[in-house]
């Protein structure tokens, strides 16, 4: 079944520099990929998705990279601040999985140093 | 708005107790699932459904049991509480367009 595997598991930052978290993919029918954030004491909400093609989505102040050639997917933060510290999960879902499911990866633990 | 809500928030039992978890979703969605998330395991999927009276057993089933009683809502049972089952649970739904899931914001549960 698909594995996915994230990367780093914790990152420390300062404010105004840049974050990049990583999964790999193994299943290469997966074609639905999601970036979720969870803040402290609250659920996951999305930030991004993207779907079955190479490509580069933005969003305020982050940039989202498929490729589906290497079977990873990126989260890009380009000038980071304080209010992006969170834990950050990214999703795939493969044309193989049942009922709706989603792959995620174990998360990334954001911490933006002001 | 889409709106997954979960109750209670919070739940302290001791070992061996009865807990039911309860979560309802207002977003039509057929596809409701149960995590648990844990430091160093990210989320794992415990049960889903795809309607009323469907059940899909997850990737960590064993003490758990779930049932859709309706579209809107979904139950998670814990009928013999171990403290290995202490952790933080959310609900999700989602629809069969995009498979966007939509989270709860979770309920803390304890086994002492």
């Known amino acids: 079944g698909e594995q996915v595997e994230q990367r780093p598991p914790h990152l420390s930052v300062r404010e105004g520099d840049s974050a990049v978290i990583i999964c790999t993919y193994t299943?290469?029918?997966?074609?639905?990929f999601f970036w979720y954030k969870q803040e402290p004491g609250a659920g996951l909400q999305l930030l991004m998705k993207v779907f079955s093609s190479t490509e580069i989505n933005e969003g305020q102040g982050f940039t989202v990279l498929l490729n589906k050639k290497d079977k990873q997917l990126s989260l890009n933060l380009t000038a980071a601040h304080p209010g992006d510290s969170a834990v950050y999960f990214c999703?795939?879902?493969?044309?193989?999985?049942?009922?709706?499911?989603?792959?995620f990866g174990a998360g990334t633990q954001l911490i933006v140093i002001p | 708005e889409a709106a997954v809500t979960q109750s209670p928030r919070n739940k302290v039992t001791v070992t061996g107790g009865n807990v039911t978890l309860s979560c309802r979703q207002t977003n039509s969605h057929n596809y409701m699932y149960w995590y648990r998330q844990d430091t160093g395991h990210g989320l794992r999927l415990i049960h889903y459904?795809?309607?009323?009276?469907?059940?899909q057993i997850g990737d960590v089933p064993d003490g758990y049991k779930a049932t859709r009683t309706t579209q809107e809502d979904f139950f998670l049972l814990l009928e013999l509480a171990s403290p290995s089952q202490t952790s933080l649970y959310f609900c999700?739904?989602?629809?069969?367009?995009?498979?966007?899931?939509?989270f709860g914001p979770g309920t803390r549960l304890t086994v002492l």
């Open positions: 999700a739904s989602s629809d069969d367009r995009d498979y966007e899931q939509y």
């Open positions: 299943d290469p029918n997966s074609y639905y």
């Open positions: 459904s795809y309607g009323a009276g469907n059940l």
């Open positions: 999703a795939v879902r493969n044309r193989g999985s049942a009922l709706g499911r989603l792959h």
